[in-house]
């Protein structure tokens, strides 16, 4: 297993995944295994006058890359969409692929590039200890930012153990 290495500076650690998780849906489940499972133990709390769960959602980030090819396959432009929900980027792809409009543009047909798409959420969570931390996910590492408490970077590091996609 490869483990979360600590960074100088601020209260962080990062692994990054031998290999990407493989696609959204994949990346999708491991995210909503942490808000629905809460696997991690957090706690919802009080603060500013609200009631807040243990783990929310703060930032979403899914890029879709595209490339167009010519009639004699040579590559005549490349772009990329970023999408704020996993919705926005599945929807955001089928209007890629059949926009003629932007297709006419690049006088090319277009390719979705899976492999080359990039995702990332960070989640707030509340640790029973009444710490506040950011947990990171993206397509090939995890972070762990604005901790204290060692234990936590351990207990991250156990649920990620845990997953197959975050070897």
């Not at 990054?16 to 942490?34: E, M, N, Q, W």
């Not at 090819?69 to 969409?81: A, D, I, L």
């Not at 969570?125 to 604005?146: G, K, M, Q, V, W």
């Amino acid at each position: 297993m490869t483990h979360f290495r600590s960074r100088p500076g601020s209260k962080s650690a990062t692994r990054k995944l031998k290999h990407p998780i493989p696609d959204s849906a994949a990346f999708s489940a491991v995210v909503r295994g942490l808000l629905t499972g809460n696997p991690l133990g957090c706690t919802p709390y009080y603060a500013l006058r609200k009631n807040h769960p243990p783990v929310m959602p703060v930032r979403e980030r899914y890029t879709a890359k595209f490339v167009y090819h010519n009639g004699n396959g040579k590559q005549v432009g490349t772009s990329s969409e970023v999408y704020d929900s996993l919705e926005g980027y599945e929807t955001g792809i089928a209007s890629m692929i059949t926009n003629m409009a932007n297709i006419a543009s690049h006088r090319g047909k277009v390719k979705h590039l899976r492999k080359s798409d990039l995702f990332s959420v960070t989640l707030k969570c509340h640790d029973p200890s009444n710490e506040l931390y950011f947990l990171s996910l993206a397509r090939d590492r995890i972070t762990i930012s604005s901790y204290t408490d060692d234990a936590i970077r351990k207990r991250v590091e156990q649920w990620a153990d845990s997953i197959p996609e975050l070897h």
